[in-house]
């Protein structure tokens, strides 16, 4: 079914993609010039199949259940934030804040991601083909962060238990991010998440990073590090 | 003291015990409520009452209405709240899970609101509150669309008042199993919540994060965005700006579960000044009572209530006032007390989860000494006093309806107090600051 942003109001299109019921048959849908509206596709619920044909604006698929998402131009600020389950692609680039606080689900940007990429991530994998900005996995709790391109500075400052992937280089680490050792069952976690999204890639060729754990309980011995 | 002994003024005693503190342990002092200092506020106003040219109601016939619509300017279903005094937000975390439960009895009972925390929506908390208001923080901590849908209301953290500028900060010996569950976080570490947020950072992209959780709960719920006292008058306009439904003013002596000292002594503004500064805004905006505040920061009594509702706020907020109707600082267990080194009355040992009377704490133990239904039954006498006396202070001065209560009721007993509620100085028609 096409939904033309044209014709009919935002509200009305997220009130139908929100109610999409089981019963219903058709359960993929088209959404025309979407020509960088906010929220399109926010609080989805159901296990449907969305194509928006342009770019969009803030919050594109914001707090996403289930529903599988592709864009196919760039996305603004907090494209999939705290998204809990199901998969988001974009097509082109994302702006900042990219998958912030997600929950679950994936996340695949196939271009660049801007700054705070990841931002207090809680289970969510989010998969960036291009590279990321600066301060990406900010205070990211859970999930991966998976940068097929190069990272920015402070990449994973005061990062909990997230993993953190990059395949190029890191221009920095921020406060309590550190390389990791890449053993065995992190290869076979990445190839996992790789082959399930059906990404053709390698995960040998990347390096870990996450938490030294040093500031986790505020110690004085540490001042120096905030 | 012995009279022949001359304190320094500057270094008094407790000034020197703080500074050999920090000598021996090198480290800012963390503790939890409000401002200690004395700062001007509602004591320091009274009202007029009826005179020759102010008729009186009677106290025990005449009807005076207490309720109020919050989140009528956008929301499809606003809040009607019975009384004009809700629940200020305290996570499940900071507070344990019988303190939750017993302040929404209490508050449901009132018919009245309580409001989550950082950390996220207990099912005890939604069950036991007919109104609900679900916080959205920096942190994010258990936030989900379930949740925000189940919600009554939806309040945008950006400060608060023991912290404007400050986020959240629970020590890793209240992360119990399922605190750290709720918040996606290991048991036992600090966490320390966000000061910002995420994904949007001024008022164009707030009005944007607005419209996306409008979006996502249908335009149902009433948007609430709450403020520490910092800048009241720009916050008030921005958050107006921005597209609230409801203003939300802590000022400095609000509560906070866990800061350093120095951020809750020194940062922020007095309720009371703040108060006035919010007014002006929404007044100059042509927005009062269309867009309602609620104010919060230090109010205890339902004269406190009744002065901040007479100088424009449309509700109150209570949470530290709220703790102690359950029990916090109570004489009771004064040798957990002693443990902490205070006494009850002086106790600010939230951080710690050693709370002697089970309010803030994570211990199953030290929890069983709340019981939430006879908590709830206090918190809901305590909140049907501070109504009573809300009425009786408004039936005084001539109104049938709480919110009928204006500036105009009020005098002020100190020079500050007149230049910040901008209320003549008692005895004079004199406001510091006002130009004739």
Not at chain 2, 37 to 62: C, I, Q, T
Not at chain 2, 139 to 164: H, T
Not at chain 2, 239 to 249: C, I, N, P, S
Not at chain 2, 413 to 429: I, N
Request: net charge positive; proline share 3%; glycine share 12%.
């Amino acid at each position: 079914m096409n939904l033309d942003l044209n014709k009919k109001k935002l509200r009305e299109i997220n009130q139908l993609l929100q109610n999409v019921g089981r019963e219903k048959n058709n359960r993929s849908f088209q959404i025309l010039n979407p020509q960088g509206q906010h929220a399109i596709c926010a609080g989805l619920k159901d296990d449907i199949e969305v194509s928006i044909k342009g770019h969009t604006g803030y919050y594109c698929a914001g707090m996403n259940k289930n529903a599988s998402i592709t864009v196919h131009g760039n996305v603004g600020t907090g494209v999939a934030e705290n998204m809990m389950s199901g998969k988001v692609i974009i097509k082109g680039n994302a702006s900042q804040s990219a998958g912030a606080t997600g929950h679950g689900g994936s996340l695949i940007i196939e271009g660049d991601a801007s700054s705070r990429c990841g931002i207090s991530m809680k289970g969510i994998n989010i998969i960036v083909k291009g590279s990321v900005g600066h301060m990406s996995a900010f205070m990211a709790q859970k999930g991966n962060l998976i940068i097929l391109g190069d990272a920015d500075a402070d990449l994973g400052d005061s990062i909990y238990e997230a993993k953190i992937f990059v395949k190029g280089k890191v221009k920095s680490l921020g406060s309590d991010c550190i390389e990791k050792k890449m053993d065995d069952k992190n290869i076979k976690e990445l190839n996992k998440i790789f082959k399930d999204l059906n990404i053709s890639e390698d995960a040998k060729k990347f390096k870990r990073y996450g938490s030294a754990r040093n500031l986790y309980n505020f110690k004085i011995d540490n001042v120096s590090s905030y | 003291m012995k009279k022949d002994l001359k304190e320094f003024k500057t270094f008094p005693s407790s000034t020197i015990k703080e500074i050999q503190r920090a000598a021996k342990e090198g480290i800012y002092q963390i503790r939890g409520l409000g401002a200690k200092r004395k700062v001007p506020d509602f004591d320091d106003l009274v009202f007029l009452g009826a005179s020759m040219s102010r008729y009186p109601l009677e106290g025990y016939r005449e009807k005076c209405n207490t309720s109020v619509i919050l989140g009528d300017r956008f929301a499809k279903n606003p809040i009607k709240l019975d009384i004009p005094i809700t629940i200020a937000g305290m996570s499940f975390g900071a507070l344990g899970a019988n303190a939750k439960e017993a302040l929404g009895r209490g508050a449901s009972a009132m018919g009245t609101s309580t409001t989550t925390g950082d950390g996220g929506m207990t099912k005890e908390e939604r069950g036991s509150s007919k109104y609900l208001v679900y916080q959205l923080l920096p942190s994010r901590y258990g936030m989900n669309p379930d949740d925000l849908r189940k919600a009554d209301a939806i309040e945008i953290v950006v400060g608060q008042g023991a912290k404007p500028g400050g986020g959240g900060m629970l020590l890793g010996q209240k992360i119990n199993k399922r605190v750290a569950g709720m918040r996606t976080l290991p048991e036992g570490i600090d966490q320390r919540s966000a000061c910002r947020h995420p994904d949007w950072t001024g008022p164009d992209d707030l009005e944007i994060k607005i419209q996306e959780l409008r979006e996502i709960t249908n335009w149902e719920k009433p948007i609430y965005i709450k403020v520490g006292a910092a800048r009241p008058y720009y916050d008030t306009t921005l958050a107006v700006k921005a597209g609230a439904d409801v203003v939300v003013l802590d000022g400095m002596q609000g509560g906070t579960a866990a800061t350093q000292d120095v951020f809750i002594e020194h940062v922020g503004i007095p309720t009371l000044g703040a108060l006035r500064e919010s007014v002006d805004a929404l007044k100059e905006l042509n927005m009062h009572r269309k867009v309602q505040l609620i104010v919060s920061g230090g109010i205890r009594t339902g004269a406190d209530v009744a002065k901040a509702i007479a100088m424009g706020a449309d509700a109150v907020s209570i949470g530290s006032a709220a703790m102690m109707a359950l029990n916090c600082n109570a004489d009771l267990y004064r040798k957990d007390y002693e443990k902490l080194g205070t006494e009850p009355g002086y106790c600010h040992h939230c951080h710690t989860g050693k709370c002697p009377v089970g309010v803030a704490t994570q211990d199953p133990i030290l929890e069983k000494r709340l019981n939430p239904i006879e908590g709830g039954k206090r918190l809901k006498n305590y909140l049907s006093t501070l109504t009573l006396e809300l009425q009786t202070l408004a039936r005084a001065n001539g109104k049938s309806d709480v919110r009928n209560l204006e500036p105009e009721d009020l005098a002020a007993l100190t020079v500050e107090a007149a230049a910040m509620a901008r209320v003549p100085l008692a005895g004079t028609d004199w406001i510091p600051g006002l130009k004739k």
